[in-house]
């Protein structure tokens, strides 16, 4: 079982609705990641916080917002979305400190969310 | 830049034959991180290995097996003896050293395994 969690497993939202993903996460990890993943396609990376702080931001548009409100706990807020945005939306975690071998750049994803944007 | 390539979109098996997943990456670091993930219907993506670039190393893992070649840029994955639970969306990834550990991973397009029964 994966030790990533997130909720809901399915969403589906309005356009106008305003709805949170959540992720939580009880390794002990420092960084903590948002994928997003249309069918038939790779992951893509949307953000990365370490430290609780947002490292990387890859130009993803203001309706998404990520929040960690501590080391444990990573929220991706929604906002206005549109139906392109429906997709698998994927939480991971890695250790975050630099580790002899490297384990410390596994990355361990969630089950994801299941959003429809209709 | 960095690239990873997985020429095989689909591959389809019979149960309990082998099948060998190939995954061809660039990068110009010296050190980075090479890493297969297996992604049931249900979503989620499970990780099944990491390998060091400085460790070519071969690994075994039960009926998994991995074949690091840094000459030829490859980190090919084979499944012995093939079952229908192996069936899933296999991703190779590479990602390149971080000081901090928090570093994006940058993904094959997939190759989607069926094992027929």
């Known amino acids: 079982d994966t030790e990533v969690t997130q909720t809901p497993k399915h969403l589906v939202m309005g356009m106008t609705n305003k709805k949170s993903l959540k992720c939580e996460q009880h390794?002990?990890?420092?960084?903590m990641y948002w994928y997003k993943q249309k069918a038939k396609k790779p992951p893509e990376l949307m953000f990365v916080?370490?430290?609780?702080?947002?490292?990387i931001n890859e130009s993803v548009p203001s309706r998404f917002s990520p929040e960690c409100p501590n080391s444990s706990l990573l929220n991706l807020h929604l906002h206005a979305l549109q139906p392109e945005d429906s997709a698998l939306y994927l939480c991971?975690?890695?250790?975050?400190?630099?580790?002899?071998?490297?384990?410390?750049?596994?990355?361990?994803f969630g089950e994801g969310s299941w959003l429809t944007v209709v | 830049a960095q690239k990873v390539t997985q020429a095989q979109t689909e591959i389809s098996v019979v149960e309990k034959e082998d099948v060998t997943l190939d995954c061809v990456y660039e990068t110009r670091d010296t050190t980075y991180y090479l890493f297969w993930y297996k992604q049931p219907p249900s979503g989620e993506l499970v990780f099944l290995i990491r390998r060091n670039s400085f460790d070519e190393q071969n690994e075994i893992s039960g009926r998994y097996s991995w074949n690091f070649q840094k000459s030829t840029s490859s980190f090919n994955f084979t499944i012995t003896a093939s079952q229908v639970v192996d069936s899933a969306v296999y991703f190779c990834a590479l990602s390149e050293a971080s000081r901090t550990g928090a570093n994006n991973l940058f993904f094959g397009t997939g190759t989607r395994l069926t094992v027929i029964p």
């Open positions: 916080y370490s430290y609780e702080k947002l490292s």
């Open positions: 991971a975690s890695s250790p975050g400190t630099q580790t002899l071998g490297g384990s410390g750049n596994t990355i361990y």
């Open positions: 390794m002990g990890h420092r960084a």
